[in-house]
C-alpha cells in the first residue's frame, strides 16, 4: 500500500515561516491535500489539489507538490495555528493520510 | 449550507454488529464521493474508503476491505459504515468527509462531519 512520511514534529517561532513536509514515491503524479485538526475537532482542509486554498482560508496558507515531496507552508506562522497538519495523497483508486505533524509555535 | 451530521455514539460488546450513519445536506448527494476516515485514540487519520452515491462504485483501503461496509442511500441523503462483528481494536473516533471535486477530480475532503465515538469493550 501507498505509504507517506511526514515529521513528528515542527517549531516554529510567531511570525516566522513554518514548511511541513510528506514524502512519499513519486508523490508528484498524485493530487496533495493538508488538514489541520486542533484538539477535540474535526479536520479543516486547508490546501487541495496541491496548492489551492479552500475559501475561508487564510493566504498564509499554500502548497507545493513535486518530485517525492508535498510541502505545506505557513508564513508568518501565528499561534491559532498551533494543531497537528495531515497530508494526504490522492489517485484513482486510494487517498492515504501521512502520519500527521504536530505544528508548536513557540 | 453543506452539512454533514453524523449518527450518536456507540458503545458495543466485542462481537456485535454496527452501522453507523452519516447524513448530508445542502448539496447534490449523488455527484459528490464521501469518504471515511478512522482517528483511533491519540493517533492519526486513516483512509477507510470512499463510495459514488450516484452509482455507489465504493474503493477500500486494502487495510479495511473485507473488515467494513460502505453504502448510501440515495433517497435520504445517507452513507453508512459498518461492522458484522467489532472488535476492541475498532475503537475508535469516525469522521465522514465529501470529496471536493474540481474538473471532474477528486483531491481533498472539504466538509467533514463531527465525527462518532465507537467504544468496543467487553
Known amino acids: 500500500s501507498y505509504e507517506l512520511t511526514q515529521p513528528p514534529s515542527v517549531s516554529v517561532s510567531p511570525g516566522q515561516t513554518a514548511s511541513i513536509t510528506c514524502s512519499g514515491d513519486?508523490?508528484?503524479?498524485?493530487?496533495a491535500s493538508w488538514y489541520q485538526q486542533k484538539p477535540g475537532q474535526s479536520p479543516v482542509l486547508v490546501i487541495y489539489?496541491?496548492?489551492k486554498r479552500p475559501s475561508g482560508i487564510p493566504e498564509r496558507f499554500s502548497g507545493s507538490n513535486s518530485g517525492n515531496t508535498a510541502t505545506l507552508t505557513i508564513s508568518g506562522t501565528q499561534a491559532t495555528d498551533e494543531a497537528d497538519y495531515y497530508c494526504?495523497?490522492?489517485?484513482?483508486?486510494?487517498?492515504?493520510f501521512g502520519g500527521g505533524t504536530k505544528l508548536t509555535v513557540l | 449550507e453543506v452539512q454533514l451530521v453524523q449518527s450518536g455514539a456507540e458503545m458495543k460488546k466485542p462481537g456485535e454488529s454496527l452501522k453507523i450513519s452519516c447524513k448530508t445536506s445542502?448539496?447534490?448527494?449523488?455527484?459528490?464521493?464521501i469518504g471515511w476516515v478512522r482517528q483511533m485514540p491519540g493517533q492519526g487519520l486513516e483512509w477507510m474508503g470512499i463510495?459514488?452515491?450516484?452509482?455507489?462504485?465504493?474503493k477500500y483501503s486494502p487495510s479495511f476491505q473485507g473488515q467494513v461496509t460502505i453504502s448510501a442511500d440515495k433517497s435520504i441523503s445517507t452513507t453508512y459504515l459498518q461492522w458484522s462483528s467489532l472488535r476492541a481494536s475498532d475503537t475508535a473516533i469516525y469522521y465522514c468527509?465529501?470529496?471536493?471535486?474540481?474538473?471532474?477530480?477528486?483531491?481533498?475532503?472539504?466538509?467533514w462531519g463531527q465525527g462518532t465515538l465507537v467504544t468496543v469493550s467487553s
Open positions: 463510495i459514488y452515491p450516484g452509482d455507489s462504485d465504493t
Open positions: 494526504q495523497a490522492w489517485d484513482t483508486t486510494t487517498a492515504p
Open positions: 468527509a465529501r470529496g471536493i471535486v474540481v474538473a471532474g477530480t477528486t483531491s481533498g475532503f472539504d466538509y
Open positions: 445542502g448539496y447534490s448527494f449523488t455527484t459528490y464521493w
Open positions: 489539489q496541491d496548492d
Open positions: 513519486k508523490l508528484g503524479d498524485r493530487y
